[in-house]
């Protein structure tokens, strides 16, 4: 499947306040095991949320890669329910869980259109080291970027899908304005460049898509998240309610 084919009615997608492909907050399927692709040394500090490594489903796992209890979580950089679990999650999740190497946390890209992509493309361009920090100022500076998207004129949105993947993500950053806001934050122009033109990067996020949508049918958007493995069933539930939700699943977890 083509990048360039991907979900082409970008603005009305961007303006959807929906992330999933059924309507609802609720958890859906996750992924398999994490496994890393290098060996994971304990840090001397203590410190597991400063370890990230690669993983084999594509992802990055933050944390401890033979700790008790195994959190991945499927986000899209374009859906605002990611964002909203990224403000009330985030910090809490590392500080008082990953942090002490009681949960390894995964965090895979399902990219939901191009400018999905393009963000996730920034987002994974320094590598494991800055891969969650970016991704954190992505969800934050969310609304500025898509608005960028939403304000764009048509015709110009419209000329995007006639590019080839070597130039339409490079273009499509350029309308949402990530390079310069990546350059701010350490990924200097002419890297991120090459990062938006990398084609064996955009196959790789596609793959991810379809890795996912083939082994779970029933997959029902971002955000999802699975434990140990296991789907994980959160109910009806509110923005707000989702990491108090999802927190008391590691609980049990990591007490059971």
Not at 16 to 38: I, L, Q
Not at 197 to 225: E, R
Request: proline share 6%.
């Amino acid at each position: 499947m083509k990048p360039s084919n991907f979900l082409l009615a970008v603005a009305a997608i961007l303006a959807s306040s929906g992330c999933n492909a059924k309507d609802g907050n609720n958890a859906a399927a996750g992924a398999g095991e994490s496994v890393v692709t290098t060996p994971v040394k304990a840090p001397a500090n203590g410190d597991w949320s400063t370890v990230v490594t690669p993983t084999t489903a594509g992802g990055f796992l933050m944390g401890n890669p033979k700790a008790k209890v195994q959190l991945v979580e499927y986000g899209s950089m374009t859906c605002p329910h990611c964002a909203a679990f990224d403000q009330h999650a985030f910090e809490t999740l590392t500080s008082q869980y990953v942090k002490s190497g009681k949960i390894g946390y995964e965090f895979r890209n399902y990219v939901r259109d191009p400018f999905d992509i393009a963000a996730s493309l920034i987002a994974r361009c320094n590598g494991p080291n800055s891969f969650f920090p970016l991704t954190d100022s992505l969800y934050a500076d969310q609304k500025v970027w898509v608005g960028k998207v939403q304000q764009a004129p048509q015709e110009q949105l419209e000329a995007l899908q006639n590019l080839g993947p070597d130039k339409q993500f490079l273009e499509i950053a350029k309308v949402a304005d990530l390079q310069k806001w990546a350059a701010m934050r350490g990924v200097p122009t002419a890297k991120s460049t090459t990062c938006l033109t990398d084609q064996a990067a955009v196959d790789k996020l596609v793959q991810m898509n379809n890795d996912t949508t083939t082994q779970y049918p029933n997959f029902q958007g971002t955000p999802t998240f699975i434990i140990n493995g296991k789907m994980v069933e959160l109910g009806p539930v509110t923005e707000e309610q989702v990491w108090p939700a999802l927190e008391t699943k590691l609980k049990q977890a990591i007490g059971g």
